[in-house]
């Protein structure tokens, strides 16, 4: 069963960075476009950027526009999510996963449409 593994969180302190890793071993990610999605305690799961690895495409949600950035490694089979400028209420569970409609992120996206999730990784952001 194919499922993603995320790496990379920890804590840090507010404007700190950290950078996610999700491997999927046996996925072929140039097959799927490849969403990051965070979910807080007691909030929903939320998608956070989406990267087209046949393209390199990327979408963004507003409250981490400018300060996070996708980025894709075919050859390795796994997506980063570079993480600046963090702040405290992007303390979250991060997840990724493959979305099984599209290989591109196009205009908008619906959680239902991915697959794959993984464990996640813990962030946390300490003022």
């Known amino acids: 069963e194919v499922q993603f593994v995320e790496s990379g969180g920890g804590l840090v302190q507010a404007g700190g960075s950290l950078r996610l890793s999700c491997a999927a071993p046996?996925?072929?990610?140039?097959?799927?476009?490849i969403g990051w999605f965070r979910q807080a305690p007691g909030k929903e799961r939320q998608e956070v950027s989406c990267?087209?690895?046949?393209?390199?495409?990327?979408y963004y949600a507003d409250f981490v526009e400018g300060r996070f950035t996708a980025s894709s490694d075919n050859a390795k089979n796994t997506v980063y999510l570079q993480m600046n400028s963090l702040r405290p209420e992007d303390t979250a569970v991060y997840y990724c996963?493959?979305?099984?409609?599209?290989?591109?992120?196009?205009?908008?996206?619906?959680?239902?449409?991915?697959?794959?999730w993984g464990q996640g990784t813990q962030v946390t952001v300490s003022s």
């Open positions: 046996g996925l072929t990610f140039r097959d799927y476009a």
């Open positions: 996963a493959a979305n099984l409609m599209r290989r591109h992120c196009g205009a908008s996206r619906m959680v239902h449409e991915y697959a794959y």
């Open positions: 990267i087209s690895s046949i393209d390199g495409s990327t």
